[in-house]
């Protein structure tokens, strides 16, 4: 999980520079797992339940790298 952290830390200093495999890497290390992609959109859930949808661009909007750092847990 060396690699992944690396990203969080990219992700909380930088967060207008994030590309969508960093994100997708970040949300699977934390159990999240891709449930569906319609159109330009990801759907990321967890065991839990919760979900998180995620416009596919590079870089992503700042609101979803903090929505994905609230979610995982590391703000």
Do not use: C
């Amino acid at each position: 999980m060396a690699h992944e952290d690396k990203i969080i830390k990219k992700m909380k200093n930088q967060p207008h520079g994030i590309r969508m495999d960093e994100a997708d890497k970040v949300l699977t290390a934390n159990g999240y797992r891709r449930d569906r992609q319609h159109g330009s959109h990801r759907q990321y859930i967890n065991e839990g339940g919760d979900v998180i949808t995620i416009k596919v661009s590079n870089p992503l909007k700042k609101s979803y790298v903090i929505a994905i750092l609230e979610r995982i847990g590391a703000t």
